[in-house]
């Protein structure tokens, strides 16, 4: 899809001949441009008024304090470019580098929960401009019949037996979900995909980019997405407390929202195991996908059936 990109160029006010480098192909194309990176957006996934929410979000949020986060660039056509039946984004280029898990994650996850409340604090008090969009994360659109991702049965190597495990699995989540509600003090407008590639590090701590998933779903959803493809690494309870941590000294985490996270993990753990199966396409996924990552989402059902996933309660 270079040639795409190399077509927004001038709208940006880039030479035609400005080199290009594909950065990541995951739910999006992005590109290197530049001064700038191009995210090509998936066709069909975003409407345009989506997208401009996402961006009206992140102006929103480049002054606040304690928080950097990526800087949308407008081109000619504005914030949203179209290519013929394509929209481009542009944004100012991070320095840094993505987060690694073999990284030393236990310095990254306190002030990671710091930056994750101050974004919620953020979206508590602010007020969108009228037409504001954005996807629902919620136990139907992630479960439901019709999920945004594609539905767990779709997993790669999952046979009978495993999709019986997951089935009662998730009909527990589900009904522990209910319990919890989408009440106002659980549940606003998040990030929804603080993973590790989708934090930057330089010498003055992290970046936040990528709010291409952000909409409205459970405030501690954002943890369990921060531990996105590592739910069964041995440090994860000391990643969770240490969020945690972070978290509390900027705004307050109760008892009913740390009792959630074992179910946030595994509902995020079960999305991503729809997501690959039908991202197939994905760097990610190529990466990360296939039978192995399926067996691991049914050793957490496993757990989650018979003690709730102990381990990650703080």
């Known amino acids: 899809m270079s040639d795409l990109i190399a077509r927004a160029l001038p709208a940006y006010g880039l030479p035609p001949d400005t080199p290009l480098t594909l950065l990541n192909r995951s739910e999006n194309e992005t590109w290197r441009a530049g001064a700038l990176v191009l995210r090509l957006h998936r066709q069909g996934y975003h409407s345009v008024e989506?997208?401009?929410?996402?961006?009206?979000?992140?102006?929103a949020l480049q002054d606040l304090p304690g928080l950097r986060s990526v800087r949308p660039v407008?081109?000619?056509q504005g914030l949203v470019t179209k290519v013929d039946t394509r929209f481009i984004v542009g944004f100012q280029h991070i320095p840094g580098q993505e987060l690694q898990p073999g990284d030393d994650l236990a310095r990254h996850f306190a002030p990671l929960g710091e930056i994750t409340a101050r974004l919620h604090l953020h979206a508590r008090h602010w007020s969108p401009p009228l037409g504001f969009t954005r996807k629902r994360w919620d136990a139907d659109t992630i479960l439901g019949p019709a999920p945004?991702?594609?539905?767990?049965?779709?997993?790669?190597?999952?046979?009978?037996?495993?999709?019986?495990?997951?089935?009662?699995?998730?009909?527990?989540?589900?009904r522990d979900l209910h319990a919890y509600g989408t009440g106002w003090k659980v549940f606003g407008l998040i990030h929804a995909d603080l993973r590790l590639a989708n934090l930057m590090v330089d010498a003055q701590g992290l970046w936040a980019i990528?709010?291409?998933?952000?909409?409205?779903?459970?405030?501690?959803?954002?943890?369990a997405s921060a531990l996105s493809f590592i739910e069964t690494d041995p440090r994860l309870p000391d990643l969770i407390a240490r969020w945690c941590e972070g978290y509390a000294r900027v705004a307050p985490l109760q008892a009913a929202d740390r009792a959630m996270i074992p179910a946030m993990i595994f509902l995020r753990r079960v999305l991503l195991t729809a997501w690959l199966a039908t991202?197939?396409?994905?760097?990610?996924?190529?990466?990360?996908?296939?039978?192995?990552?399926?067996?691991?989402?049914l050793q957490l059902a496993e757990r989650f059936l018979t003690d709730g996933l102990q381990d990650f309660r703080v």
Request: net charge negative; hydrophobic share 40%; glycine share 14%.
């Open 74 to 76: 407008a081109g000619r």
């Open 279 to 297: 991202r197939a396409d994905s760097d990610t996924a190529q990466s990360l996908g296939g039978p192995a990552y399926t067996t691991g989402t």
């Open 210 to 223: 990528d709010f291409d998933d952000c909409g409205f779903g459970w405030w501690i959803y954002d943890l």
């Open 50 to 59: 989506e997208i401009g929410s996402e961006l009206a979000w992140l102006t």
């Open 148 to 174: 945004h991702w594609g539905h767990w049965r779709q997993a790669e190597g999952l046979d009978a037996q495993g999709a019986a495990l997951l089935a009662r699995a998730t009909d527990r989540l589900v």
